[in-house]
């Protein structure tokens, strides 16, 4: 049971076909007498030049038969075409199963696309969707040349069962940003929550609608005399097409009614009327024309997706085997409603309408028999290792014991897999009692409502979970752990550290992941108090055991963690330099494993904490290409992950955007930035965190000159200069300390950064102790003691010159700068002289507007590629990125990365200096 978990890491990095329905992906073969439609395949073929094909009508219209005749001619066009096909059903509405399958069918027809955005869907981090959606449509888009001369179109059928607005959104952004060789044709019967209306206004969106799906009169005549055997006049055919409206199901029930009677002009007189009544009026004639054996054997398999000889056999029990497969093929030749799900005919699904008839026959006739066929259904489907649809039966026929027997067969699968909503639904759907009496599912009901961040209600099933944990300490290692979780998110700072004490001493040393989740969780909650340092060493040490372990066990998602939050610690700690070597590794750890075995949300992370020791170091362009990998990856849009970590990400990277903004001189771009962090820390829910980007924006006011918003943020937001010190509001300190002495109150900074510094030198956070000092110079500066803030600015060079600090001083100003010259004029002995030369330096640059390393030279050090020279022309005639994008067909967040290059190669700071420079350097034509 719970046992299992605690050594393993849940994490699939290959597209499992072999627990995937094929026949799902399989374009279905159409009758070889069906009616051709030369006019709609033509209307499909020039549907080619749109990112959506849209083919929307009822139920009944031949939607599916047209696209698959269409599929299947694709090779027979000039060019040829390739097309991968998805048949959706109700389970299909979890999104992580619906993307699931979408990319495994991409994988049938182009080994190895899919695989990567596969890994980072199903990782025990899931990303956003549009992150995983942007790498599938990279890979899309580096086909080899040749693969990328024809389109790739991907058939989503019965595309109105989707009801989740996540899978809905998700398609939206794969539309907004397809490349010209991707296409996507919809069959649903309704038409699906997707921008039709900005599609057909952009000329984007190709439609076949009821109108142009029936039947002409001609056509109507071909079906009813050439595929249904008929002999009618053409006055019969007209009667029929008329009455039905070119309605295909209407009229094929019809001829199915008229087959054998020899008064057929008169029973096709005798009837008209709505789909809904022909439909029902036809279907029992032709229901009730069908042998004994026939009627027994369609309203015994009518409960079934989908079906195939062996599985009716089990549905009939006759002790006659074969004889499911041999009605098969009887009903598809008499053109009974079956529909062909593959080539060799083994598997079949019956037509939606005719199924839903027969349906609601057996509930009307023999409701008794309904439970014992979803109960053979379901044993068959486990005996072939089925096991979802095997539960879907079990619930259906309120076997809830053996549905609860095949839930904890594939519940911790199920649930680190992320298909949460899937799980939810089962358990849900079991009665009460029968959950709580049961440990397994108890212990996953809770972890899918942890991951769901339903806390209330896994508390809820935790305190059931309690009394087994008395006797299986297993189960009371979970249990910990979750309470420490919840505590974390909720904020309960005492009982999150206690809940995590008690987890790594419950956890076995195998339980790497989970002891990994738990130690971040106490570091995370640690940092709330004032006295970490003994503690800290120790949880250090669990996290780098997990590092090593994880890494060595092919862990990649624990091994990614683990070493970002070791990286994070190194930064306190003022090890800049072995914390840029942690995140390097991390991303080279990364790239060992290939595109399939990487969390994303995780690597954004690792990038945007890298970007904070660039910039630090004032490698603004590292930095920024860092932060602009690292938030593509955390885009969370309307689809978030898990805690929303995502948001969390984000709202640091942003924060740091908007500092490498306003360092290149983009005072616009870095309120951008600032707003975006203060919007996704809002969404991330977590009050320190909102403090934090706060004291950020408060920061960033006062670096532009803003002294009266940042004064509004220390009267209204930030904390006191009397609170207790704890380190998860250091930022929030460091920046009162600042706004205080702005405003000329430099010893009530100078209580506040005594307490502060006494705090992280205990702890051994020399980068924080080094910003202290710093800030106790400026402090001690601007109340005249200049000896005293020598002194200190002395202290703060010693600890922060091994660690390489630059924008810690420079972003200070010249307040800095002034005190650092009068270090220089009046000590003999510095302890880092070529530090302090490296700082001024950097100074003076500040002062002349340029970016590290820059010059006013006219010409480039490396040139401008083509595509990078495209970026600057559009760039120079005021397109926006997205515009940009658009016209080049490349994603936003290439242009972005496309422009972080030429700033660089430029060595300007933003687009209106880098058109200025590229017309100083002859790179435009005149605009």
């Not at 080619?48 to 094909?53: H, I, N, R, V």
């Not at 919809?186 to 209306?197: E, M, S, W």
């Not at 969370?636 to 908007?658: C, D, H, P, W």
Request: with cysteine; charged share 25%.
């Amino acid at each position: 049971m719970a046992e299992a978990l605690l050594g393993s890491s849940p994490f699939t990095r290959t597209i499992p076909q072999s627990t995937l329905l094929t026949t799902k992906m399989r374009i279905p073969q159409p009758r070889p007498d069906c009616v051709s439609r030369p006019r709609l395949i033509q209307r499909l073929n020039q549907g080619l030049t749109t990112p959506l094909t849209l083919v929307s009508a009822p139920a009944g219209f031949g939607k599916t038969t047209l696209v698959s005749e269409w599929a299947r001619q694709s090779v027979e066009e000039e060019p040829p075409f390739r097309v991968v096909w998805l048949s959706l059903d109700e389970a299909d509405n979890d999104p992580v199963r619906f993307w699931t399958y979408c990319f495994a069918a991409l994988n049938t027809l182009c080994p190895g696309i899919g695989e990567g955005p596969f890994a980072r869907l199903r990782s025990p981090q899931p990303p956003a969707i549009e992150s995983v959606l942007t790498l599938l449509l990279n890979e899309v888009a580096a086909l080899p040349p040749e693969d990328r001369k024809s389109p790739l179109v991907v058939v989503l059928d019965d595309y109105h069962l989707i009801r989740v607005h996540a899978i809905h959104e998700g398609l939206a952004f794969l539309l907004e940003h397809m490349p010209p060789h991707l296409r996507l044709v919809i069959a649903t019967r309704a038409d699906p929550p997707l921008p039709l209306a900005r599609l057909r206004a952009r000329g984007e969106l190709t439609e076949l609608r009821a109108a142009d799906l029936r039947f002409t009169r001609d056509e109507a005549a071909t079906f009813l005399n050439r595929t249904m055997r008929l002999n009618l006049s053409e006055e019969d055919v007209a009667v029929l097409a008329a009455c039905t409206e070119g309605w295909i199901a209407g009229l094929q029930l019809a001829a199915l009614s008229v087959q054998g009677r020899d008064d057929a002009p008169a029973f096709i007189r005798a009837f008209s009327g709505s789909h809904r009544y022909v439909l029902d009026y036809l279907a029992e004639e032709v229901f009730e024309r069908q042998p004994e054996d026939v009627q027994a054997f369609l309203l015994r398999t009518c409960l079934l997706k989908r079906l195939t000889g062996p599985l009716c056999d089990a549905m009939l029990d006759d002790g006659k085997p074969g004889r499911g497969q041999a009605m098969l093929e009887r009903l598809e030749a008499a053109n009974l409603f079956l529909v062909p799900l593959d080539d060799e005919r083994r598997w079949y699904r019956y037509h939606s309408l005719f199924a839903e008839f027969l349906q609601a026959r057996l509930r009307r006739t023999r409701p008794a028999l309904i439970p014992e066929l979803h109960r053979r259904a379901a044993a068959w489907h486990a005996r072939q290792g089925l096991l979802a649809e095997a539960i879907g039966h079990a619930l259906a026929a309120e076997d809830f014991e053996g549905a609860a027997e095949l839930i904890e067969r594939v519940a911790e699968t199920t649930v680190f897999h992320r298909e949460v909503a899937t799980l939810l639904g089962w358990l849900d759907a079991l009665p009460e009692a029968l959950v709580r009496a049961r440990p397994t599912l108890c212990l996953y009901h809770a972890w899918a409502r942890v991951f769901a961040a339903q806390f209330d209600a896994a508390e809820a099933r935790l305190q059931d979970l309690e009394r087994f944990g008395r006797e299986d300490p297993s189960v009371h290692a979970h249990v910990t752990t979750m309470h420490a979780v919840i505590a974390c998110h909720r904020g309960q700072v005492a009982r999150a550290v206690e809940c995590s004490r008690q987890a790594l001493k419950a956890l076995p040393p195998e339980a790497v992941p989970l002891r990994a989740m738990v130690a971040i969780n106490l570091i995370l909650n640690l940092f709330a108090d004032s006295n970490i340092s003994r503690e800290l060493l120790q949880v250090q040490q669990v996290l780098q055991e997990a590092a090593r372990t994880s890494r060595a066990a092919g862990d990649v998602y624990t091994a990614v963690v683990t070493r970002n939050f070791l990286a994070t610690l190194k930064v306190a700690q003022g090890q800049l330099p072995q914390a840029a070597d942690f995140y390097r590794q991390t991303l080279r750890l990364a790239d060992d494993a290939g595109p399939r075995g990487e969390p994303p949300l995780s690597l954004g992370a690792t990038h945007i904490g890298l970007a904070k020791i660039l910039y630090e170091w004032n490698d603004l362009d590292g930095a920024m290409r860092h932060l602009t990998a690292g938030i593509e990856l955390n885009e969370a849009g309307a689809s978030r992950s898990i805690f929303n970590e995502a948001s969390m990400v984000l709202a640091e990277g942003y924060a740091t955007l908007a500092r490498v903004s306003q360092a290149q001189g983009d005072a616009a771009g870095a309120r951008r930035a600032m707003q975006a962090a203060e919007e996704h820390a809002q969404i991330s829910g977590g009050a320190w965190l909102t403090g934090k980007v706060a004291a950020c924006r408060a920061r960033l006011a006062l670096l532009l000159g803003d002294l009266e918003e940042a004064t509004r943020w220390a009267e209204t937001c930030g904390p006191s200069a009397h609170d207790p010190v704890t380190y998860r509001r250091h930022e929030e300190y460091t920046t009162l300390a600042r706004v205080l002495t702005a405003l000329g109150r430099p010893e009530e900074a100078l209580a506040l950064l005594d307490r502060l510094l006494q705090a992280v030198k205990t702890a051994g956070l020399t980068g924080w102790a080094a910003e202290g000092l710093m800030l106790q110079a400026l402090a001690w500066d601007a109340r005249g003691s200049e000896a005293r803030a020598m002194s200190a600015l002395e202290k703060a060079l010693t600890l922060a010159a091994p660690a390489g600090y630059v924008r810690l001083f420079v972003d200070e100003g010249t307040a800095v700068e002034r005190l650092l010259r009068r270090v220089v004029s009046t000590r003999r002995r510095l302890v880092a002289p070529d530090y302090v030369e490296k700082l001024l330096r950097a100074f003076q640059s500040e002062k002349a507007g340029l970016l590290p390393g820059a010059s006013h030279s006219t010409t480039l050090v490396e040139p401008l590629t083509k595509r990078e020279l495209e970026v600057l022309h559009l760039l120079a005639a005021g397109l926006t990125n997205r515009e940009i994008a658009r016209e080049l067909v490349i994603t936003v967040g290439t242009v972005k990365r496309h422009l972080h290059t030429i700033y660089g190669k430029l060595g300007v700071r933003n687009r209106t200096q880098a058109a200025a420079r590229a017309r100083e350097l002859g790179l435009l034509k005149e605009q």
